[in-house]
């Protein structure tokens, strides 16, 4: 079977168990890819040995620990494809998925990122596809973006020399990173998701509280770069809409780790930045916000028991995503 010019990008760290999945589901695809670059960001497990399996189009390299966006930049760098696809070690792709963009490109041919819905994984099976002609290609705009992440890293198809232009993931933002340079391609050119769930999601535990302080930092700091760069201009209730929502999202994060006080006061700033409801897309149910912030008062006082903190292990920027592709029909095992 003939590959696409498509470089996929992988980078893992300590991942070795999960990672003989991602590859698998890369290699698998209807139309395979026509290099796998598997970038560790220097695991400590037996990652090595479990790549070192695979043939090519598999490729490895080995780096010092830097993070995430760091292997995705060395991977993005090493690629030769005409598009670059994301796949976090953990997480594993519907055998379609690549065939359906490739085709969702060829119907339009100026975009530049298309994503997919989700569905948790593991699961017992791959939702059914529907034919070709039903999946519809939904535009996401950068004013969508600036309030919220709205694409899992790991269903994220990209032009390379997209990606080339609006430059790398910042190594300073941890969490959010992925949403920030989403902002830059969507400035160059349009961006999109795929309504059907390609991209089968793995939720692993992480540091709940370190994930909170992390993420709200980043996701402040994406906004203040827009501050900075003057891009709200002639869009004020958007700026004041998009720190209502970061002030929405790290109070759930803030409540999954236990921080109540920290969680409450951030679900008042929202209100106080944003007093409207927000969009059925932006939030998973209907009056989140009040609810979340009334759940949490009542944690406070030690009357309903702590949350689960697995979901709180959610960078929150592929959280926010998720929620958004559960509206777009995501699959749940």
């Given amino acids: ?41 220097g695991s400590t497990d037996a990652t090595e040995e479990r790549v070192r399996s695979f043939q090519k189009p598999v490729r490895y390299v080995r780096q010092l620990n830097q993070g995430v966006s760091a292997a995705r930049n060395r991977g993005v760098a090493m690629a030769s494809g005409e598009f670059v696809a994301f796949l976090d070690a953990d997480d594993v792709w519907h055998p379609r998925k690549l065939e359906l963009q490739l085709a969702a490109f060829r119907r339009a041919p100026g975009l530049a990122l298309l994503g997919t819905s989700a569905f948790d994984w593991p699961a017992r099976t791959f939702p059914t596809s529907p034919p070709e002609e039903a999946l519809k290609v939904v535009r996401v705009t950068w004013e969508d973006l600036a309030v919220k992440n709205r694409l899992v890293t790991s269903s994220v198809l990209a032009r390379r020399a997209i990606l080339q ?28 998701y795929l309504n059907f769930p390609l991209t089968g999601y793995r939720m692993v535990p992480g540091s709940v509280s370190k994930q909170a302080k992390t993420c709200h930092a980043g996701m402040r700091r994406i906004l203040q770069r827009l501050d900075e760069r003057k891009l709200w201009r002639g869009r004020w209730l958007l700026r004041r809409k998009a720190y209502g929502y970061m002030n929405h999202s790290s109070a759930y994060l803030f409540d999954a780790c236990g921080q109540y006080r920290v969680a409450l006061w951030k679900s008042l700033r929202s209100f106080a930045w944003y007093p409207l409801p927000f969009q059925s897309d932006e939030t998973a149910t209907r009056f989140e916000r009040p609810k979340r912030a009334l759940v949490t008062l009542l944690r406070m006082l030690h009357i309903r028991a702590p949350s689960a903190p697995l979901a709180a292990a959610l960078a929150v920027g592929e959280l926010d995503a998720l929620e958004a592709g559960r509206h777009r029909g995501v699959v749940h095992g």
């Fill in 165 to 192: 232009s609006a430059g790398e993931f910042d190594l300073r933002l941890q969490g959010p990173e992925d949403r920030d340079l989403w902002l830059r391609v969507a400035e160059i050119a349009p961006v999109a």
């Fill in 1 to 41: 079977m003939a590959s696409a010019s498509i470089s996929v990008v992988i980078p893992t760290y300590n991942s070795g168990s999960m990672l003989a999945q991602a590859i698998a589901s890369a290699l698998g695809q209807s139309i395979p890819p026509a290099e796998i670059i598997v970038v560790d960001d």
